[in-house]
């Protein structure tokens, strides 16, 4: 994660204050409810950009863990967790990088996460506002046709 200054910092360890984390880290670009009083925040690197730190804090604002959530692994625990409220999966992958119109006034949500390859993870959004199913794409901005002709 980059910190104010543009500079490497190191992912936060538990039992520091949370204080100290959004001095390095700044304001989280979201906070997401827990139990019992904690809060998750969301370190999204842009919605061009392929890392989101979630990290947990409990009620008196220490850190209890911090997890780098664009992976593929943690994508496929997702999509196996589907389906389920919006509010669930952005709590588990933070917010979308695109949001796209779909069939049946749905959504199609993107993410950018780490890979050597050119996808995305995308999940279908319904109507209601459940989160379906999800997957992984190719990225439109490499599906560029290979042949001027086409």
Do not use: K
Not at 83 to 98: F, N, T
Not at 103 to 110: L, N
Request: with cysteine; proline share 7%.
């Amino acid at each position: 994660m980059r910190g104010l200054l543009g500079a490497y910092v190191a992912p936060p360890q538990p039992g520091r204050p949370a204080s100290e984390l959004q001095r390095l880290w700044g304001t989280p670009n979201a906070r997401h409810v827990l139990p019992e009083g904690a809060q998750r925040l969301e370190y999204a690197s842009g919605p061009e950009g392929r890392t989101t730190w979630m990290v947990d804090v409990d009620a008196v604002a220490r850190v209890q863990q911090a997890r780098q959530v664009s992976t593929e692994s943690h994508l496929m625990e997702v999509q196996a967790a589907a389906p389920m409220p919006v509010a669930e999966l952005q709590r588990r992958i933070g917010r979308p990088g695109d949001v796209r119109g779909a069939r049946a006034g749905g959504q199609t949500w993107s993410w950018r996460y780490e890979t050597n390859e050119c996808l995305w993870f995308q999940f279908s959004i319904d109507a209601a506002g459940i989160a379906q199913d999800g997957g992984f794409a190719i990225d439109w901005r490499c599906d560029a046709p290979s042949d001027a002709r086409d």
